[in-house]
């Protein structure tokens, strides 16, 4: 049995304290450890949600017998059944009927087809003889019993005879400008398509006379009439034809004829369904081979606006007989014949569910706020459905693929995940923030790991005792300043007074440099026992003396050279004669600012390991002929190098994380290209932006937390691979 050893001269009280410091150091390193991956759990928590794949719950079938069409109100309580005769309000949680609309004028003629809006709450009916019933839907909340109350209230409105010589019409669309303005338009037995324009007239005591004027629309489109399409402000009217064709009609007054744009080839098969995604920007189209894909007028080179196809998503195996957009954001549902119905996305492409109908559905509605639907089928049955779809804007392909957008000319990769309406179609792309990233750090790397790394050097190498007491605390002090001060600086300092003397600014890069080896050069040339004499005690001096007139050189002779080489100036040269931009808060600003909060840890780091290079290597290497420089370059440096791959890393992952330097320092335009004087978005700063105003849980709140997990594993990833090359590096120079 082995004596438990102690060591002579170490008091009870001092090992006391080593025991219980080497305990308080192993909680401390295992807490920091917890406390990283308790961050980084976090932040998975607030991301996956996003990739979680929808869901869609069956709720409860009633009888719905001779259901021409069917709308909801917003929080899915009570459903309205447009029928023949009327208009029925259901409570959809037990199928009681709640109330009955007959309208007069369905006692004597008989409606055949009904249409709705639930974004604007008109009903139509289609009657047999040409006619057009027009009637309007609200729902009240009653809160008098303490709990939610849901009342339904309907109004008839005016019959407008659309279809002539009593003809019926086999489809209709309907819209209201909101401002008195509106119009009915159908397709009759024919095949005719037949508009009704109406406006209000505005007295001086109010609602004035009601002006009509019904226009057969004509032109000249291949096929026959099968659908038609109206936008909200009633300036366009879009006719799909059973020869693939969609025809495009101007709308103007109330007595002008629509007049004929233009048209284009959509599909191989009749069209079969049209609709507005949310927007009225996109159009929705579904074709007779069960094809369904989205177009929008793009402006080409000619500055045309022609429709082009953005989006192809997933169809269906027969024809595609409704299009039903969400109220809410960019998604739709489309209907077959063999009532098949399936969710879409018109951004992202995807398909996210299909929800097979045993027999043919008659007409099926969104939910307002895009968490369900509801439909009645041939067979008499009102069904609907629960969705739980929060995040529908989100895929890979989004986040980190091109995408063609409602207005761009091509695909592209767009950060702009707000606009002025609900209708905006939001643009996710993560791709701009990591090219802002990539391109603020290497700037910012590209000023200060050159000067850091050659000051350690310097500093450690050549500089006197004195001087390296007094240039090491002062750079290791820089540390300290806040970034918040720097950019602060950076943005109503620096960028102004670079603006004005951008030219000298650049002269510095070339001219220092030069200027510095030719003064050691000719300083070679002085005499070596003057050179000994004055080397410890000035040359220090010499060298910021050398610097300074330099840099005073740049600034003078800035505004002659540009007068020399730029008649107008070099940002007018730079502007218009190249068409490149500027931004006053520009990468050169970002290299200087954030290299100057980078400049100390790299240099500490760096001096530190030059200095603890062994003397012995030195002396043996001076004893030898060699100069001090060849020996910081060929024995310190090669020996230094894991230490100083350490200190470029670390301060790499510095500059990747820094946030108010960028944020104050720069445009924050998520902009993708090298241009040293424009601006970009650093993921860093995106999400000090745009935090602060995403809402809780929402899909912009998640992304952010999706690209703060990219930062933090871009880091992980970076130290790691310092950690693993300094390692290696140590054990190679280790053998020597």
């Known amino acids: 049995m082995q004596e438990k050893r102690t060591i002579r001269g170490?008091?009870?009280?001092?090992?006391?304290?080593?025991?219980?410091?080497?305990?308080?150091?192993?909680?401390?390193?295992?807490?920091?450890?917890?406390?990283?991956?308790?961050?980084?759990?976090?932040?998975l928590f607030e991301s996956y949600p996003l990739f979680v794949s929808p869901t869609s719950e069956r709720q409860a079938d009633h009888m719905a017998e001779g259901a021409l069409a069917v709308g909801?109100?917003?929080?899915?309580?009570?459903?309205?059944?447009?029928?023949?005769?009327?208009?029925?309000?259901?409570?959809?949680?037990?199928?009681?009927i709640m109330g009955r609309q007959r309208p007069d004028i369905l006692s004597n003629t008989r409606a055949h087809l009904a249409v709705r809006s639930l974004r604007d709450g008109w009903v139509a009916w289609g009657l047999e003889d040409g006619r057009v019933l027009l009637g309007t839907v609200r729902f009240q909340l009653d809160y008098a019993t303490g709990e939610r109350q849901v009342r339904p209230r309907f109004s008839v409105g005016e019959v407008v005879a659309l279809a002539t010589e009593g003809q019926q019409l086999r489809s209709i669309e309907v819209q209201n400008e909101g401002e008195g303005r509106s119009a009915v338009a159908g397709i009759d037995e024919s095949g005719r398509v037949l508009i009704a324009m109406r406006e209000q007239q505005q007295g001086l005591l109010g609602a004035g006379e009601l002006v009509e004027r019904v226009h057969e629309v004509r032109g000249d489109v291949e096929g026959m009439a099968t659908t038609l399409l109206l936008d909200r402000r009633l300036r366009r009217l879009l006719v799909g034809m059973d020869s693939g064709y969609i025809g495009v009609w101007k709308l103007g007054d109330v007595d002008q004829v629509p007049q004929f744009q233009s048209a284009f080839k959509a599909a191989n098969a009749p069209i079969t369904a049209l609709n507005y995604i949310l927007g009225d920007v996109s159009v929705a189209v579904g074709d007779a081979d069960g094809g369904v894909h989205t177009w929008a007028q793009v402006e080409n080179a000619a500055g045309e606006r022609l429709f082009s196809r953005l989006h192809a998503l997933a169809g269906h195996g027969a024809a595609v007989v409704d299009l039903e957009s969400s109220l809410r954001d960019k998604q739709f549902i489309s209907v077959d014949a063999e009532g098949h119905i399936a969710l879409h996305h018109m951004t992202t492409e995807q398909k996210f569910f299909a929800i097979e109908s045993e027999v043919a559905v008659r007409d099926v509605a969104f939910a307002?706020?895009?968490?369900?639907?509801?439909?009645?089928?041939?067979?008499?049955?009102?069904?609907?459905?629960?969705?739980?779809?929060?995040?529908?804007?989100?895929?890979?392909?989004?986040?980190?693929?091109?995408?063609?957008?409602?207005?761009?000319?091509?695909?592209?990769?767009?950060?702009q995940s707000t606009g002025g309406s609900d209708e905006f179609e939001a643009k996710i792309s993560l791709i701009p923030l990591l090219f802002g990233t990539v391109k603020g750090t290497v700037y910012a790397m590209l000023f200060a790991l050159p000067l850091a790394v050659l000051a350690a050097i310097y500093t450690s190498e050549f500089a006197s005792p004195r001087v390296r007491g007094i240039v090491k605390p002062t750079v290791e002090v820089m540390a300290s300043l806040p970034s918040v001060i720097l950019g602060f600086l950076a943005g109503l300092w620096l960028a102004p007074l670079l603006e004005k003397h951008l030219v000298g600014t650049l002269l510095l890069f070339p001219l220092v440099p030069v200027s510095?080896?030719?003064?050691?050069?000719?300083?070679?040339?002085?005499?070596?026992?003057?050179?000994?004499?004055?080397?410890?005690?000035?040359?220090i001096f010499l060298l910021v003396g050398v610097s300074l007139l330099s840099t005073w050189l740049a600034f003078a002779a800035g505004p002659a050279f540009e007068t020399r080489f730029f008649a107008d100036g070099f940002l007018h040269w730079w502007q218009r004669d190249l068409g490149l931009e500027y931004d006053q808060r520009n990468c050169l600003v970002v290299g200087f600012a954030m290299g100057f909060a980078v400049v100390p840890l790299i240099f500490t780091i760096c001096e530190d390991s030059l200095s603890s290079i062994p003397s012995h290597l030195r002396a043996g290497s001076l004893a030898l002929g060699a100069t001090r420089w060849q020996t910081a370059v060929r024995v310190v440096l090669p020996m230094a190098l894991p230490g100083i791959f350490s200190a470029s890393m670390i301060g790499f992952g510095r500059a990747i994380g820094e946030t108010m330097i960028v944020l104050m320092a720069t445009g924050n335009t998520p902009v993708m290209d090298w241009d040293l004087f424009n601006g970009m978005r650093t993921i860093s700063a995106n999400i000090a932006v745009e935090l602060p105003e995403a809402p809780h849980q929402g899909t912009l709140y998640r992304v952010l937390f999706l690209s703060g997990l990219l930062l933090f594993s871009a880091t992980f990833a970076i130290n790691t691979l310092a950690e693993v090359v300094r390692q290696r590096l140590r054990d190679r120079y280790n053998r020597l």
């Open 10 to 43: 170490v008091t009870v009280r001092a090992r006391i304290i080593d025991r219980v410091g080497r305990h308080l150091i192993a909680i401390g390193g295992v807490g920091i450890i917890a406390a990283v991956m308790g961050i980084l759990l976090f932040i």
């Open 72 to 96: 909801v109100d917003p929080y899915r309580e009570v459903a309205y059944i447009a029928r023949p005769e009327g208009l029925d309000f259901m409570r959809l949680s037990d199928g009681e």
């Open 368 to 415: 307002p706020k895009s968490d369900g639907l509801v439909y009645v089928d041939d067979a008499g049955s009102l069904v609907r459905y629960q969705i739980k779809n929060p995040h529908p804007e989100i895929s890979l392909d989004i986040l980190f693929g091109k995408v063609w957008y409602e207005g761009y000319s091509r695909e592209e990769f767009v950060w």
């Open 516 to 539: 510095v080896v030719l003064a050691s050069w000719a300083w070679q040339q002085l005499p070596v026992g003057f050179r000994r004499r004055t080397a410890t005690r000035w040359e």
